[in-house]
């Protein structure tokens, strides 16, 4: 299958599972998750339809702005960020979805006050509760979101989970609820004239049909687009 057609098998999957629980599929977005690919191969997506890439790598990200590899697309954070690194992300990429702590909720405020611009973020939340990953305890969503929701130079638009990689098909779809559940508690908890809580950002090439079903609104898919990537630390 050609890119194009893989794009277009991927868009026919998330229609057909949103039509299943009776969503607009339009309310869906796909992410392309383009780690490890290069300024050519985020070109041809763009032009095959790809509207948003999701990076997680500030470095290639950076590369690929030079290159401007992203021109016909909106650009999303998705990948692990340090503190060191929020003055290369903020500003540059127009949602960054993976704010899993108030240390960097906090340095991409004074980042943002520091260039004059609102960020947009996504809280990431831990929801297997897993030692290894980043992100915030579902118990602590609410307070981390109020205090998101406080600042003036960060919109919350929002929450994104990786769960714990699944074995079985399904056996991510408690989580993909527990997700669903948080996020419509704080759109009603926090949802005003300033606050739009819109994005609910959960669902890889494994499992994305499963969490539209669940109520994602941002798919963040790779392999299902680029075919298999080499091993992180080969
Ligand atoms: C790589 C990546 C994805 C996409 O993973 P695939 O399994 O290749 O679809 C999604 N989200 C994040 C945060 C990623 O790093």
């Known amino acids: 299958m050609s890119l194009a ?25 796909l992410v392309a998750a383009t780690k490890v690919q290069t300024s ?12 948003v890439c999701g990076e997680n790598r500030v ?14 697309a909106a650009l999303h954070f998705i990948g692990h960020l340090q503190t060191n690194k929020v003055k290369f992300v903020v500003g540059r990429a127009s949602l960054i979805e993976s704010v899993g702590s108030e240390h960097l909720l ?25 030692e290894s990953k980043s992100g915030v305890r579902p118990d602590q969503v609410e307070e981390l979101a109020r205090k998101a929701a ?27 609820a527990a997700m669903y559940q948080l996020f419509v508690d704080i759109k009603e908890k926090l949802d005003d004239n300033k606050t739009v809580i819109d994005c609910l950002s959960m669902g890889m090439s494994g499992d994305y049909p499963d969490a539209v079903r669940a ?13 298999p990537r080499p091993p992180l630390h080969p």
């Open 5 to 29: 057609e893989k794009i277009q098998a991927v868009r026919d999957n998330i229609a057909q599972a949103a039509r299943e629980v009776g969503r607009d599929p339009a309310e869906i977005t």
């Open 40 to 51: 050519d191969t985020i070109r041809q997506a763009i032009a095959a339809g790809i509207t």
């Open 59 to 72: 470095q290639e990200m950076t590369a690929h702005l030079a290159d401007n590899a992203y021109e016909g």
């Open 106 to 130: 906090m340095a991409i405020e004074k980042q943002a006050e520091k260039i004059s611009v609102v960020q947009d973020i996504l809280l990431e939340v831990n929801v297997g509760g897993e």
């Open 150 to 176: 406080a600042l003036p130079h960060v919109r919350l638009r929002g929450l994104m989970a990786i769960p714990p990689v699944a074995h079985v098909t399904g056996e991510n779809q408690p989580y993909f």
């Open 215 to 227: 109520g994602a609104t941002l798919v963040r898919v790779g392999t299902a687009l680029f075919g």
